[in-house]
Structure formats: structure tokens, C-alpha cells
């Protein structure tokens, strides 16, 4: 059985209750969980509060240097750890090793830039005085995570908040939490001091709760669902948390008539079949000119027509792709859900729109990848966020009108234009309401570039060196001789 990891030692939960994580390929019990409760949760904070003071004074270098290890630990054991993320999440199991590289290099990066954090010395108009700017840790943050990228979204709150001297606790998505534990004995057998970085499992509800509410807590960097973070941000601001809100999204993709089709229907096969549809920044509407809208709709169609559902354990043979089944049966309902929405409104299935047929798939949340078309614009995959393989293709016939659908959404998280033209690429720079844009690129947050959203998407950054002014709070000094 798994355990809470907290101030140095594997835990079971204070009651010994316990809950059971199941493969969404089968159903089968992967590993049991403590269930967590409001005392666990505390008992986290405590601890990690208890040490703050020590480690917020550890030198930036001696930080650094404990975070390299802790990625060399986890590189060292990429192949075990991809497995059980695979079996835990559901992702196939390439994609599972590409989210733990993309992890050690977050933590790599955020290693070197812990010591290169700067303040300022400003000249003050008073006599024989002047200024300086220091930048304090926090405290303890809070670090909540979601159940679809369990490991890197893990990976851009401890990265820069342990680089900046803060200690942390992690609430894992309940559904998620076994590589996570595993991943955190390991940074702490790195050597991380005890009670730095801690672990609890348990229902969102009451761990989480208790991490937004408890006081002791100074920070709450938060993914997930925008209605949970609306909740968490209310909770949160009670007592003056800061707080970084990284939330759904419904990213649009403009393709315009000078586009190199190959490499766009590429950028949107990847952009939205990745890790079976469910991310935050996957490419959610699709607006193709009118010139080339045809070939582009049928080679997309046949491109996608290459997925092959199944357990992300074994490989599909080539030129077949893997796409694992979705995280729970509660994502296939809503999925489904939506897609009969459109179709009830008028939409048309170019492929998929179903469970894939067969004994095999019986036991797994499958659904088949999905194109849909003349789907109306008050459709929910249009209004909503669809967090999972089903993308509307829609016809525009010019770039204004492509632009004004784009941001007719709630959100603004990613969107992205391909097109040759600077003209082009310019306006939708400065125009379309998102926190990122990709030009020519598919959607993918590196950890070089500030990432987060507007509107329903959140606030705050993760991601580039921006993501360390968020652990990092700016106290402003004068000093008279
Ligand atoms: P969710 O909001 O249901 O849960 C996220 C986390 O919050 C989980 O750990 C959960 O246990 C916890 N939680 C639930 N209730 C809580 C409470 N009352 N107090 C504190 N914590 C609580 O989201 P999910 O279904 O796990 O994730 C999918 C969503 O996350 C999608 O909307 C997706 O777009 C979004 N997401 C956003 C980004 C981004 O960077 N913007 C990245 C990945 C996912």
C-alpha cells in the first residue's frame, strides 16, 4: 500500500482508512491510498511550517544543488514511474515517459534559477538614504493538483517553490496520487530536508479544503476546473492567501489559406488527441478558411483515422497511434454528452462520435476520436470546455471573423495561428484574448515561457522564470546613514 509522505516518513492516515486507485483501462485496483482527513492535512502544514525557517535561510546554492539530485533520482527510475503513471492515469506509456522528462527538466530549470534570484538598490530622493528591494519566500504553499498531467502540473508549483526557499505540500487529485508519492520519497531521499516537501491523499473536499483554509498556509497555486477554482480563490483570499489560478480552457486554432496544411493538420491532430483529448490547453475549436478547408477537413480525417484505442501499456502496431480510454466513466458521459448536444443542434460525424465496438473495450472508459462539422456556435462544445477527444472543425473566410469566434468563449488559456503572413500573425498576436499564443507551433507549455490564462482560465503564471515572482514576495527597505 501506498502512503502520505509527511515531515521525512511514509504515513497511513490518522483513522487507517484507505482508498482504492483503479486502472481506467480495466478497473483493476492499481494500489490503496491512505484517505486522508483534515488532521492529515494538518499535521502536513505543521510539519512543514516547523522547518520553513531553516530551509527559506538553506543557501540558494545547497537548494539547487538538493533539487538536481532529486531529478537525477527520478530519471534514474523514468521507466518504473512511467509505468505506474501509466496505470494509475490511463495515458499510454510513451506519453507517460515524455510527462516525467518534461518533469526533471522543470525541476533542472528551477534549480538553476535558484540562485540567480535579484533584488534592487534604488536611489531615493531623501537625504543620505536609498532603497533596496529584497524578495522574501512565503511560508508553506499548497500545491493542488489535477488528475491529467499529475506529474508535470506536480512538477511547475514544487519547482519554483522550493527554489525560492518556500517548503510545500502536495494534494494530488485523488484518482492520481501514486506517482506523485513515489516521486516525492524519492526528492526527499535526495535529501531534502524533512518536512520541506509532504505529501497527502484524500478527497479534494476535505484535504484540499483544509490547505485553502488553514492559515498557516501562505500560498495555494491551483489546476484544475474553473468552478473549483472559483471556489478556492474565495476560500483562499479569507485570510489573504496568495493565490495562482491555472483552469480550464477551450483553445482555438486558426488556420489560414497560406498555411503549410501538412504541418497544421499535424499541429491539430497532436493538439487535440494528446493524452485522449484531456488537456487544459489542447486545441478545443478549429477555425479553417474557406480556400482550403476541404483538404485540410479530409486530411485531418484520414490522419485521425490512424488512432487505435487500448491499453497504453502495449504499443499499436504501425501506423496506428495509441490513444488510451479517458480517465473515468464520469469524462465519458460528459463527453458523450456534449457530442449529442451537437448532433442534436444540427453537427455532422466525419469520424468517431462513439465507443469503440469489442469485448476488449468493455472494461475501459474508451471513446474514439471524434471530427465534427457544421456544428452550431450555441453548441456546448463550443460554449463549454471539452476535455476530451472531440474536436469541431468550423469554416471562416476571413481572419477578423476567425479572431471574433475565437474569443467568443469564457475562456483564455492557449490558441494558436498558422499562416506565413506577418500581417496575420501580428493581429492575432494582439488580438486574440488567450495567455499564450503559438504561431506556427503546437500547443505545449515550455518551461522557458510564462503559461496561464485569462478570463475563466485563471490568473497568475506557471512556467519561466516568471513563475518564481509568485513564490517570491518583494519587501521594499530604506535605508538612512
Ligand atoms: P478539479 O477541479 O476537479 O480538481 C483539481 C484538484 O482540486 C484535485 O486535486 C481535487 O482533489 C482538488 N479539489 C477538489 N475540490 C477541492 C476543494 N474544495 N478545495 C481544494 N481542492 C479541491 O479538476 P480535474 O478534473 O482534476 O482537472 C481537470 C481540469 O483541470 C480541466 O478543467 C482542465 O482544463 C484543468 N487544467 C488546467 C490546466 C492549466 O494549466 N490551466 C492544466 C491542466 C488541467
Redesign the pocket.
Known sequence: MAKMFIAGESVDSVTGETYEVRNPVNGDVVDTVPKGNVDDARRAVDAAEAVFEEWSHTSAEERAGLLFKAAELVEAERKSLAELLTREQGKPFQEASGELEHFNHGIDFYAGLASKVRGAQVPLPAKNAYGMVVRKPLGVCGA??????PIT?MGTKVGPALAAGNTVVV????STPLTTIRIIELMNQAGIPKGVLNVITG???VV??E??SNPKVRRIA?????A??K??AEVACGDFKRVTL????SDPMIVCEDADIQKAITGAMVGRFWNAGQ???AVKRLYVFDKLFDEFVSGLVGKVSRYEVGDGMTRAEKPKIRMGPLHTAAQRDEIESQVKDAIDRGAKVLVGGARPEGSQYEKGHYYLPTILVDVANDSRVVRE?T?GPVLPIFRVSSLDEAIEKANGSIYG?GSSIWTKNLDNIETAIDRIQAGNVWVNSLHYGYDELP???VKA??FGR?HGPEALDYYLEPKGVVITR
Open positions: 493542488i493538483v489535477p488528475w491529467n498531467f502540473l494534494k494530488p487529485a485523488s478527497p479534494g473536499g484540499g479544503e490547505l485553502i491551483f489546476t484544475g476546473e474553473s473549483t477554482g471556489h478556492v491555472e483552469l480550464g480552457g488537456a487544459c490547453l470546455e476535455f488559456l503559461f496561464g490564462g482560465s485563471g506557471e
